[in-house]
């Protein structure tokens, strides 16, 4: 069973870039896609980003002007930048597994999520 | 529109029998996703390809899907299955990934 686990630090100061780490073990990266999705206080599961193997990407357009998702491989790790974040970004962050068929995507794979905290 | 709409809250009675939808445009050729997620925990998966449960889900979860409506069932619901639940698809036009609102359900 894949395991997938965020770092990054917890406290962001507003204007900065937020930065996580999703390391993944038990198991190869290769053939799936990744992702990052974030969860605001009391509020529902955004979607941010994905990234393939391969590298190709595709991030909510929401955030997509703040947003960079890449990954190392060789480290079996895939990482998220937000930058010029407020507020209104502090949320818990989990990386996922998608499986992503022409007809059925679905996260089979969480981590344990993150709280990131954006604030002076 | 791309959203996906559920309800906020939903309850049933121990032992009885709920459903949870998910509406959107998307639904007509996607197949929905489902997701439990518990106070203080990461989400983990119910349901996918619309109706298939992964490995240690009960059999009292189901999934279905007609037109734009994808549903969760769930036959004699339990205490522990009080929890948030999501619905996921994707954006066919663009391959963005949605998520609905979440349905708060209470056993009663």
């Known amino acids: ?120 | 529109s791309s959203d996906l709409t559920q309800d906020p809250a939903v309850s049933v009675a121990l032992g009885q029998t709920v459903r949870i939808t998910c509406q959107g445009d998307s639904l007509r050729n996607i197949y929905a996703s489902w997701y439990q997620q518990k106070p203080g925990q990461a989400p983990i998966l119910v349901i996918y390809r619309q109706n298939i449960r992964p490995s240690g889900i009960p059999d009292r979860f189901s999934g279905s899907g007609s037109g734009d409506t994808a549903s969760l069932t769930i036959a004699g619901a339990q205490a522990e299955d009080e929890a948030d639940y999501y619905c996921n698809s994707r954006d066919s036009s663009n391959d963005h990934l949605l998520f609905g609102g979440g349905t708060k359900l209470t056993v009663l």
């Open chain 1, 1 to 120: 069973q894949v395991q997938l686990q965020e770092s990054g630090p917890g406290l962001v100061k507003p204007s900065e870039t937020l930065s996580l780490t999703c390391t993944v073990s038990g198991g190869s990266m290769s053939g799936y896609y990744w992702s990052w999705i974030r969860q605001p206080p009391g509020r529902g599961l955004e979607w941010i980003a994905y990234i393939y193997h391969t590298g190709s990407t595709n991030y909510n357009p929401s955030l997509k002007s703040r947003v960079t998702i890449s990954l190392d491989t060789s480290r079996n790790h895939f990482s998220l930048k937000l930058s010029s974040v407020n507020a209104a970004d502090t949320a818990m962050y989990f990386c996922a597994r998608l499986r992503a068929g022409m007809a059925d995507p679905y996260f089979d794979n969480w981590g344990q999520g993150t709280l990131v905290t954006v604030s002076s």
